[in-house]
């Protein structure tokens, strides 16, 4: 009875939906499917920019474009690998510090006996909210090399370097603090892709550290909001129980609390993975890549190459390589998600839910 | 009752007050270093603000000078002249007012419409069409730069305002989070709306959007903060300067035609500028923002 009455008033609910659904889906498709359609077809051409990439008259080059990145000696393999070495050392650090970070202050902040916690917890998202062009604004000032952060240091005794003109890396650094100054003759040549070995283990510029200083900064305070959720869905009762057990504040965290929050540590891992693989306004802002290149990411690599170069065939081709990685990421986590989930009490907001059904 | 108080305190060996007394010895000790950590944390997070403040009101010789201290001396506006009769920035603005909410009431209406018709219509294909959306919501914005070049070059759209809005007029988080709203409002309610009559729009309109409201205000602002904020779309949506919309103007502020190292209160008030319709939204609707933690609170 009552499911024929619901057909009969859902008789015209086919058209309807169809109707709901229509801006969203041609906006979608429009601006997001078709590009990415489009963008293929140009990365197997050497279009540059003038008339419509969609006629006869531009080459059609194949796999070319792909091909310079990987195995042909040259400038846009060099670039290319320089912008993968740089983005991997600032994944190597962004991740692990904004997840250490952001659990540290998510722990701070939910302990009970402090007062105040809702102003801190306030004071450490703002950062999150405020746009990434005008902070990068602000830390140009503030790594200036008569800066905030070199008057701090100063203050220390310390004499801070110049920052933004300061191409060296910081493994390149630590080597030449114990006297290490010139390649060993093992690391001089001979790495893979065009880049020597000494050239893959530079470490991250210390240009590139102000940029991950940045981002650090803005990124805690979104993922404590994640670790200070999952931080109040374990039950009081088990915290108590284990310290009436004799478990001291350490092991309570390591047995206790660790393994409550195991799925929102993966997810807030594996979403700073994603996001730090596309990093760009901040590099856009600060450093455009350089200096000697070692702020590139393969993300302002693509921008560069397509709007600066007019090389839209080899640009899109980075983007796609980029867009593998990131796809590639993105499934590694649903399956760990996936894996993960119900084992665990999924009490998320229904907001903040990435992984839905099917997922 | 005093004899009873005191009757289990006098044979109690010496050690158990001096215990009690090393607890909350150490429980002050963690609460101070608790306060500390704290402090410190929120002076890291809050204190380039201040900077940025106090520099945006320095003479240019003083923030070059005094870059760390928030005091300016003297108390200068010449950045903030500067920002509006040297620069774009009330065109800036403008643009970035006039993108914000078109994006935003475009984003609020047609995610809604999107996530009602997911959630609650029976239509074919819906099934694919959610598992599109949620396929979506994996795109990484930043791989679409050169594409969305390319569409908005083919439609005739790049160097215009329909550039800069009508691809951001929807978004499948949006969708994903409406969605969700939906299916957690009883079904009744529409259906009893339903059976009177009312047709689906009306229904979806004068019943169910209503109740949505903490939803909308959540979208609302989401959508506002993401496009005041955005910046690569812009980047390649436009090109014509007077297209600008904030970020895109602040951007090409420092590293276009000001070149690097110069003009520091200029800039830092230009970037303060920009931050403030932002910082005001999320004072006021904190709640919003950091709404998890809230609720967990309340149920933990």
Known sequence: MGKRVARGVRSNENLAGWLFVAPVVVILGLFLLLPILMALWVSLTDWNGQGSPFTGRVPFVGADNYTRLFAEEGLARRDFMTSLRNNAYYVAIVVPTQTALALGLALVVNNRMLRGRGFFRTAFYFPSVTSSVAISVVFLFLFANAGAVNALLGLLGIRGPQWFADSRGVLHLLLGAVGVDAPPAALAAGGPFGLSWWDWLSGPSVAMISIITLVVWTTSGTFMLMFLAALQNVPVALDEASTLDGAGRWQRFRHVTLPMIKPTTFLVLTLGLIGSWQVFDQVYVMSQGEPAKTTLTPAYLSYRTAFRDFDYGSGAAISFVLFLIIIALTLLQRRLMADREPAAPRRGRWWRRRVPEGG | ?300
Do not use: C
């Not at chain 2, 900077?51 to 200068?76: C, F, M």
């Open chain 2, 1 to 300: 009752m005093a004899v009873l108080t005191d009757r289990p305190a006098a044979p109690a060996p010496p050690a158990r007050p001096r215990r009690a007394r090393d607890r909350a010895a150490r429980t002050l000790a963690s609460r101070l270093v608790g306060y500390a950590i704290l402090v410190f944390f929120a002076l890291v997070f809050l204190y380039p603000f201040v900077i940025q403040i106090g520099n945006s009101l320095k003479t240019e010789p003083d923030a070059a000078a005094n870059p760390l201290s928030p005091i300016p001396d003297p108390l200068s506006l010449a950045g903030f002249e500067r920002i509006f009769a040297g620069t774009a920035f009330p065109l800036w603005l403008g643009n970035s007012l006039l993108v914000t909410v078109l994006v935003t009431l475009g984003r609020v209406f047609f995610d809604s419409l999107a996530g009602y018709a997911l959630a609650r219509l029976r239509f074919r294909g819906r099934a694919g069409l959610f598992a599109a959306v949620v396929a979506v919501l994996a795109v990484p914005g930043v791989v679409l730069l050169i594409p969305k070049f390319l569409v908005l070059n083919q439609l005739g759209m790049y160097d215009s305002y329909a550039g800069l809005v009508v691809p951001l007029l929807a978004d499948a988080a949006g969708v994903f989070i409406m969605k969700q709203f939906f299916e957690s409002i009883p079904v009744s309610v529409e259906e009893a709306a339903r059976i009177d009559g009312a047709s689906v729009f009306r229904t979806f309109w004068s019943v169910v959007l209503p109740m949505a409201k903490p939803a909308l205000i959540t979208l609302t602002i989401l959508s506002f903060q993401g496009s005041w904020n955005e910046f690569p779309h812009s980047l390649v949506a436009v090109q014509d300067p007077d297209l600008f919309t904030l970020p895109r103007g602040l951007a090409d502020l420092v590293s276009g035609s000001l070149g690097k190292g110069t003009q520091y209160p200029l800039k830092l008030g230009a970037a303060l500028l920009a931050t403030i319709p932002v910082a005001v939204l999320f004072v006021i609707f904190q709640r919003y923002f950091v709404r998890d933690a809230n609720d967990g609170a309340d149920k933990g």
